[in-house]
């Protein structure tokens, strides 16, 4: 069983940034697939940024560019980077762990809001 800890979220201005934050238990975190899902009022769960174990990353065509994932196997935590922060990207944010037995985990959410 892996637990995810999520944080960072808020409310922020157009054009601004936030970093969010997601910190697993337990061990193996350097054997997980990690990712970041978001999901808007009305709209279903889209992925947004993923990373594997060594390092590859892949982001949906809306977030390229501004969002950076990363990861940090020492503190087996996952980061979401957001520059040129939008309205349109207002949404609670999961982040997802797939470990080498291809269990799913998801953290609980975090709400970013982008509003003036």
């Known amino acids: 069983q892996v637990q995810l800890v999520e944080s960072g979220g808020g409310l922020v201005q157009p054009g601004g940034s936030l970093r969010l934050s997601c910190a697993a238990s337990?061990?193996?975190?350097?054997?997980?697939?990690l990712a970041w899902y978001r999901q808007a009022p009305g709209k279903q769960r889209e992925l947004v940024a993923s990373?594997?174990?060594?390092?590859?990353?892949d982001y949906t065509s809306s977030v390229k560019g501004r969002f950076t994932i990363f990861r940090d196997n020492a503190k087996n935590t996952v980061y979401l980077q957001m520059n040129s922060l939008k309205p349109e990207d207002t949404a609670v944010y999961y982040c997802?762990?797939?470990?080498?037995?291809?269990?799913?985990?998801w953290g609980q959410g975090t709400q970013v809001t982008v509003s003036s």
């Open positions: 997802n762990v797939v470990t080498l037995t291809a269990n799913s985990y």
């Open positions: 337990g061990r193996g975190f350097a054997d997980y697939g």
């Open positions: 990373i594997t174990t060594i390092g590859n990353t």
